[in-house]
């Protein structure tokens, strides 16, 4: 993918399709690249393409679509994050050719997408998204979603980002600033943006700033999904810049809030 900036701020969640299918060349472009999604964490994600009509899906909240992907992960810890970093790798290069995703976790009959991407006992399919054009013209309902939950406003890299201690606002002047503004781009589930990173010791330590009402036996922790969202496109804006990084599992045992849980550290090199 070239230019990764003008992907991630130009992408929007796209819930009204022109009713047209995907080209062929662009089909097996996404299904060449789905071969090669992995995550830091090793946890394999099986993406599956589901044509609508064939297996009568959708979703209240979509017009036009005609094809599907889901995503399947084994119910173990760090599942959540490592869909989450998957499946927006495959959200962005999809952008990249002009196709239109949105992530839907809730708004669908989920027992239907769960028996066409063949869900297994132990298996969980946290997200799905349509994949398609974009219509010329959103839908009454997709403007007034997007309003409802500021889809176009993002929270003050102040209140992200921190520097030493928790609360301690990580400078725009950094060098990384180009990096964690893309982090700040990054979508999440209303728009709750739950991913914290403290900087210490020249290690970035991302957090989960955790809210009620985002865990389910089907959908895992979806505020963890986000967080792995967010750490794709951390992880991106490195390989783009031609940085490479350490990520380990090790918390470093920080003082932070009652509301907040260590996910992961990347170390810089």
Not at 63 to 81: I, R
Not at 229 to 235: D, M, R, Y
Not at 250 to 266: F, H
Request: aromatic share 10%; charged share 25%.
């Amino acid at each position: 993918m070239d230019n990764l900036a003008e992907i991630v701020m130009g992408r929007k969640s796209v819930r009204s399709f022109d009713g047209n299918p995907i080209s062929d060349q662009h089909r097996k472009a996404l299904e060449e690249y789905i071969k090669g999604i992995s995550n830091p964490f090793g946890i394999p994600v099986e993406f599956v393409l589901l044509d609508a009509g064939e297996h009568g899906l959708s979703s209240p909240v979509l017009t036009g679509e005609q094809l599907y992907v889901t995503g399947k992960v084994e119910k173990k810890p760090y599942a959540d994050v490592a869909f989450g970093y998957s499946f927006e790798r495959l959200v962005l290069y999809a952008w990249s050719l002009g196709i239109g995703t949105t992530w839907i976790g809730g708004t669908m009959k989920r027992e239907l997408f769960e028996a066409a991407a063949g869900v297994k006992p132990g298996e969980m399919m946290p997200c799905v998204s349509p994949l398609g054009y974009p219509a010329k013209k959103k839908s009454v309902r997709e403007v007034m979603m997007r309003k409802g939950i500021g889809a176009d406003s993002r929270i003050p890299a102040e209140k992200l980002f921190f520097r030493e201690q928790w609360g301690q606002p990580l400078t725009q002047a950094d060098e990384m600033a180009e990096i964690l503004e893309l982090v700040r781009w990054a979508p999440s589930a209303v728009n709750k943006q739950p991913w914290r990173i403290l900087l210490k010791d020249g290690v970035y330590h991302f957090y989960e700033k955790k809210d009620k009402g985002y865990v389910s036996e089907a959908t895992g922790d979806l505020q963890k999904i986000d967080v792995g969202i967010a750490l794709c496109h951390f992880l991106m804006g490195l390989e783009e810049q031609g940085m490479q990084a350490e990520v380990t599992v090790r918390d470093p045992g920080l003082e932070i809030p009652n509301d907040a849980e260590y996910i992961v550290s990347v170390a810089i090199k």
